[in-house]
């Protein structure tokens, strides 16, 4: 019987998924604005025989809002500039960049996929994102968002004109060398997951537990057969960062190191800025401010009000709440053990129908990239549920997806 292969994403944001990796010892934070960093990251996400990189896109000024984001370090640059030049360093590795439908054009994404498609030589893909942060309006002269169902319903109207003027470059020849970039998306609610279903060929997800990857995956193959898609031809790819070690004390011992970087502080800038609302004036031993939170926050109140209700309820103080949402940031699964065991786990979940494979988002980086790639990849291999080589050249044979139809076939 053929084994189910994993897939691997690298989502490799500033220095690691957690907001002090900055600080561990193994990493790089004056690598991230240096082509070097890039170019070793490169080579080693490909050693890894990753499907692709990904980065996100960054189109809210920091620190609007009265917000105070001074230490924290999230730096980014734009991605598709970044991930053309990584390009130049690696020869199979997918390069997905992201791209807001709401303050794009489509014919000026088409444009910059098409060179980027050409300058990858078939390797680019696509996260479609509709810009959810309320600091990205200003940038662009609005006041507001758009609501998220009208965001939604552009970026269909987007993604659809954006595939006409590529099936026209097709038309026109040469043709571009996946015909298309591999679309990709990361809808959770209602209109996104419809989007995703309707769109995607790639979706990315939290899921923090084997059974919330389960549902979401249960969830997004029906809506996708439910459009007339065959759901075979969208991988789902949940998040996971992990904290090895080499036997389950030591890597318990390596998690606690990293929290133990947090300082108070630090994790209130930290809820100040995933809550939209400065909470660096409040009293951190005094229970969560929540009616000030849900006054002043820029995000939907109503999404606010569904994270705090529990603390509302308990009355747990700022600097718990603060200290708790920095262990268990964005509700991504965090693995803490040994690599054999994080081997065994991916399998389980892979084999469970939980995911096809999962984006690994490195707690800090480049040393947990190393060590994942150095421990847990050879582990996959020799169970047989890892590639040891990349199938061809192009993103959609390194999924295993079909080539995209020719325009004029
Ligand atoms: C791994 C991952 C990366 C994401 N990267 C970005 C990004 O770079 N820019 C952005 O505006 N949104 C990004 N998002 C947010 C999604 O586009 C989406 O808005 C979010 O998952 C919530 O879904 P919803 O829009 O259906 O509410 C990302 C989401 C995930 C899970």
């Known amino acids: 019987m053929m084994t189910k292969q994993i897939h691997l994403w690298a989502f490799l944001q500033g220095i690691g998924f957690y907001p002090t990796g900055w600080k561990h010892p193994r990493a790089r934070p004056e690598g991230v604005f240096s082509m070097d960093y890039y170019r070793s990251v490169a080579k080693l996400v490909e050693k890894g025989r990753f499907d692709a990189i990904v980065f996100g896109d960054q189109l809210q000024s920091r620190g609007a809002g009265g917000r105070t984001p001074e230490r924290m370090a999230m730096p980014t640059l734009d991605p598709v500039s970044l991930l053309t030049a990584m390009s130049a360093v690696t020869e199979h590795v997918g390069l997905v960049a992201t791209i807001s ?142 904290v090895l070690g080499g036997s389950e004390e ?10 133990d970087l947090a300082d108070v502080a630090l994790a ?53 709440y603060a200290m708790n949402f920095m262990l268990h940031p964005r509700g991504h699964n965090v693995f803490i053990g040994t690599p054999e065991q994080m081997a065994d786990m991916m399998i389980s979940w892979r084999d469970a129908g939980a995911c096809d494979g999962f984006t690994l988002q490195p707690s800090y980086m480049p040393g947990g990239l190393e060590d994942f790639v150095g421990e847990v990849v050879p582990i996959l291999q020799k169970k047989g549920r890892y590639r040891t080589e990349y199938p061809g050249n192009s993103l959609r044979e390194t999924l295993g997806l079909p080539a995209f139809a020719r325009a004029d076939a």
């Open 101 to 242: 439908t709401t303050y794009n054009t489509p014919e000026m994404l088409a444009e910059r996929f098409a060179a980027m498609e050409r300058i990858t030589g078939g390797r680019s893909g696509w996260n479609i994102v509709t810009s959810a942060h309320p600091d990205t309006a200003p940038n662009f002269g609005e006041a507001e968002l758009p609501p998220k169902d009208t965001r939604y319903s552009h970026a269909a109207e987007v993604v659809d004109k954006a595939c006409e003027l590529w099936a026209a470059m097709d038309r026109a020849g040469p043709r571009l060398p996946q015909g298309r970039p591999v679309l990709v998306q990361a809808g959770q609610s209602p209109a996104g997951r419809d989007f995703a279903a309707r769109t995607a060929e790639a979706i990315f997800c939290p899921a923090a537990s084997i059974e919330a990857g389960i549902d979401f995956r249960n969830d997004l193959r029906s809506r996708i057969a439910g459009l007339g898609r065959n759901p075979d031809g969208t991988r789902i790819m949940p998040g996971l960062s992990c």
């Open 250 to 259: 030591e890597a318990k011992a390596n998690h606690k190191a990293i929290m």
């Open 268 to 320: 209130i800038e930290y809820l100040s800025e995933s809550l939209c609302c400065d909470l660096t004036p409040f009293d951190p031993e005094a229970p969560l401010p929540v009616a000030a939170i849900i006054a002043n926050t820029l995000l939907p109140k109503s999404d606010v009000e569904r994270m705090v209700a529990s603390a509302a309820e308990k009355g747990t103080s700022l600097r718990d």
